[in-house]
C-alpha cells in the first residue's frame, strides 16, 4: 500500500510487517463491534485517517476477511475471517487451557488447585496442581468431589440440567454429597460464575470455584481451589482464581462474562 510508513530499524529486527499489524487492529475492531460499522466509525476506533481507513478495508473486503453491504456501505467480517475463527474453536481445548492457568496459579498463590469435568458420578478432578505455600492432601488426580458440600459441585448444580445433577446425586452418599443447596444459591452461583464455601469440609479452608465456557455458553469445565484465606496477602490473591477463569474464558470464547465483580 502506497501510504505505508517505511519500515524501521527495530521492525526489521523484530521481523514484524507493520501492514499486518494495521489490518489486524482493523479486524480486531470489526469482530469486537456490536453491529456493522460505517467507515468514519472504523476509523475512529482505529485512530487512522479516512482515506488509509478506505484502503485498508477495501483491501480486506477483496481478500474475503471484511465485507462490505452494497446498500448502506456498513462494513463488517467477512467468509473468510469467519472460516478462520471456526477453525480456531475448533482448536481449543479448554481443559488444557485452564490447567496452564491453574499450574501457574498454584505456583504463585498459596492456593492449590486444578480443573475438574463432569462425569456420572460427579465433579471429578482431572488436573490438581499443589501450592508450595498451602496443599491439602487428601485430594488428588482422578478424584471425585461432593456436590453440595463444594464451590465445584455448586458451580456444576447452577449451570447443568436438573436431571444431569439428580442422575448423579443418586451415585453419591447422603453423607458424601452433602445437603442440596436451595434455588436461591445457585441463582446466586450462576449470576456471580462463582462460588465459595468456608469451612465446609475441613475447618478454616476455603473452596473457590469459577465455570468454564466453550464459545456457545456451555459448560466445559470447573476451576477450583482450596485456600486458607489468612494465607492470603491481599484481595488480589483472593480472587486470583476469578482472574484466571476470566483469561480462560477470552481464550475458548465463552465470554462475556465478569463474575460478581
Request: proline fraction near 5%; include cysteine; charge should be neutral.
Amino acid at each position: 500500500m502506497d501510504d505505508e510508513a517505511p519500515e524501521t530499524p527495530n521492525e526489521k529486527r523484530s521481523g514484524t510487517i507493520q501492514s499486518v499489524a494495521i489490518a489486524a487492529r482493523f479486524l480486531n475492531v470489526l469482530a469486537s463491534a456490536e453491529r456493522e460499522l460505517a467507515l468514519g466509525e472504523v476509523a475512529r476506533r482505529t485512530s487512522t485517517g479516512g482515506s488509509t481507513t478506505h484502503r485498508y478495508l477495501q483491501s480486506l473486503v477483496k481478500e474475503g476477511l471484511a465485507k462490505q453491504d452494497p446498500a448502506t456501505g456498513l462494513y463488517d467480517l467477512g467468509p473468510a475471517a469467519l472460516s478462520i475463527g471456526i477453525g480456531a474453536l475448533k482448536r481449543v481445548d479448554a481443559v488444557e487451557i485452564a490447567a496452564a492457568q491453574m499450574k501457574a496459579l498454584a505456583y504463585q498463590h498459596a492456593a492449590s488447585g486444578g480443573v475438574a469435568i463432569w462425569t456420572d458420578r460427579g465433579p471429578t478432578l482431572v488436573r490438581w496442581y499443589r501450592s508450595a505455600y498451602f496443599s491439602i492432601s487428601p485430594l488428588a488426580l482422578g478424584d471425585i468431589l461432593p456436590l453440595d458440600n463444594t464451590a465445584c459441585g455448586l458451580v456444576f448444580q447452577a449451570f447443568l440440567p436438573k436431571t444431569t445433577i439428580d442422575a448423579a446425586r443418586k451415585q453419591q452418599p447422603a453423607h458424601f454429597r452433602g445437603t442440596p443447596p436451595t434455588k436461591a444459591v445457585l441463582e446466586d452461583v450462576r449470576s456471580a460464575c462463582w462460588s465459595e464455601l468456608t469451612s465446609h469440609l475441613l475447618s478454616n479452608v476455603t473452596g473457590q470455584a469459577a465455570p468454564v465456557f466453550d464459545a456457545q455458553g456451555e459448560l466445559v469445565c470447573v476451576m477450583t481451589t482450596v485456600a486458607d484465606l489468612g494465607q492470603l496477602k491481599s484481595p488480589e490473591d483472593r480472587r486470583a482464581l476469578f482472574h484466571a477463569a476470566n483469561r480462560v474464558n477470552q481464550s475458548t470464547g465463552g465470554l462475556p462474562w465478569q463474575g460478581g465483580e
